[in-house]
């Protein structure tokens, strides 16, 4: 079939979507069904709904069907775009604050601009951040059961940055790296831009199910895994102790890089021990100040074994040359006056409380979550639309995440992320009151 006539059938079929011709929610002709109505290939017809699936028109659900998604809400909220709506409450988005912050910060340029060191911050520093910055991270990370030496950490702009370096350092085109099933956006995105092969597995009650993952590694040549041990995101679990030292066993077997991302592990005082404290031979630790402090302080850090320092820092030289000096020294200075732990143990009681706020809301609604966690997964009845909810709530003012960021695998869950953090208690209140409205009116 010529490229032209095979062309002519997506722009028709997505004009039909975009004027409202077939409507949201509508199933489409099987794969088949189309290719006899057109006169196609099979596997031409299969291209034909790939390539309205990758302008976001339509969505693909394994033994359903292919639907026309709803346009009135973004593909990609609270990852690649946020909700432009006036007077939105965003409950896409974990950006948790709490009172007091800006003044914090007032006070941080304050002593900044009468310290004695101005000039220095002025300078390029070295890639992984200064010596003395350096060993402030590593005294910090005490608190978090990791005993290190400055050599082992490097400062990064914000945990993505820190994943990005990792995996641009550490990993080539084509490598496989498994994550779980419903993973971080930003993973999804960073391996898309490098190019590698993400393996989902599926997840148990608390993390990775391990069973499937040594299954895989014996399949495929597994060469890291990215994993979210303590308050997994979306959806809140926290992997035992067991859990973790059988995941080293088997990238010992395996020899796999395990990638530990920790950046809401703060919310848990008395969180298991990092895997990075059992394995730190092939494990990169990464956080942030971004959620237990602020998202606009592009502040971050891992730590790793000393022989995988020099690549990464090569990788963070080849992308922002070094941090940014002066949100390094207010960082700094926050973690050494105790500022930080501050606002860890405001955030830990206000994500409780906002916890108890949504139980009570959501009530006789299928959530998982965590008491100690800032993110609710609800999932919808199994003939409700993630996709037809998110839409419904936009038109009342409300912003959410459906599953589709989430996803790696094929099969999109109907689900929606909650971020309750993000907006003030009573509006909080007042939101969560209509998300239970709307989805038990939808399951109606």
Not at 47 to 62: I, K, P, Q, S, W
Not at 102 to 129: E, N, Q, T
Not at 130 to 159: C, D, K, S
Not at 273 to 298: C, D, F, H, Q, W
Request: proline share 6%.
């Amino acid at each position: 079939m010529g490229r032209a006539r095979y062309k002519r059938v997506v722009d028709a079929l997505a004009a039909e979507i975009r004027s409202g011709e077939l409507a949201p929610a509508t199933r489409l002709p099987t794969h088949r069904q189309l290719a006899r109505t057109h006169r196609l290939a099979l596997a031409t017809a299969s291209r034909v709904y790939a390539e309205l699936e990758t302008m976001g028109l339509v969505v693909g659900e394994v033994g359903r069907g292919t639907f026309v998604r709803d346009q009135s809400y973004p593909r990609a909220i609270g990852v690649d775009q946020r909700p432009t709506a006036d007077g939105a409450v965003d409950l896409s988005f974990s950006e948790p604050l709490v009172m007091g912050q800006s003044d914090l910060l007032r006070d941080a340029l304050r002593k900044l601009a009468s310290s004695g060191d101005l000039d220095a911050i002025l300078h390029y520093s070295p890639y992984g951040g200064r010596a003395h910055e350096r060993a402030i991270i590593a005294r910090y990370l005490r608190n978090r059961h990791l005993r290190l030496t400055p050599a082992q950490v490097l400062i990064v702009n914000g945990a993505q940055h820190g994943l990005a370096v990792t995996l641009m350092a550490l990993l080539k085109p084509g490598d496989v790296m498994a994550v779980d099933a419903l993973t971080y956006p930003g993973i999804r995105i960073l391996a898309q831009a490098l190019r590698l092969e993400l393996a989902p597995v599926p997840i148990a009650a608390d993390g990775p199910d391990l069973d499937q993952l040594e299954r895989l590694c014996r399949t495929r040549p597994v060469r890291a895994v990215y994993t979210m041990p303590t308050l997994h995101n979306p959806l809140s679990c926290v992997m035992s102790v067991a859990a973790r030292r059988r995941l080293v066993a088997i990238a010992r077997v395996h020899d796999f890089l395990i990638i530990e991302d920790e950046a809401y592990a703060y919310l848990i005082a008395d969180a298991p021990a990092p895997i990075a404290s059992v394995a730190p031979e092939r494990t990169v630790y990464v956080s942030s100040l971004s959620k237990n402090v602020a998202t606009g302080l592009r502040f971050g850090f891992l730590a790793t074994a000393e022989p995988l320092i020099a690549p990464i820092e090569r990788a963070i030289r080849a992308t922002v040359w070094n941090t940014a000096g002066a949100l390094t020294a207010i960082a700094c200075g926050w973690i050494e006056d105790g500022t930080v732990a501050r606002l860890e143990a405001e955030k830990r009681k206000d994500a409780a409380q906002r916890q108890i706020i949504a139980r009570r809301a959501l009530e006789g609604l299928r959530t998982i979550t965590h008491p100690h966690s800032y993110l609710v997964w609800l999932v919808l009845a199994d003939d409700q639309r993630a996709d037809r909810v998110v839409a419904q709530l936009a038109q009342r003012g409300i912003a959410l995440a459906p599953a589709e960021p989430f996803a790696t695998t094929t099969h999109v869950p109907h689900a929606i992320r909650i971020a309750l953090g993000s907006v003030g208690m009573p509006s909080l209140k007042a939101a969560l009151s209509v998300v239970s409205d709307v989805v038990r009116a939808d399951s109606s």
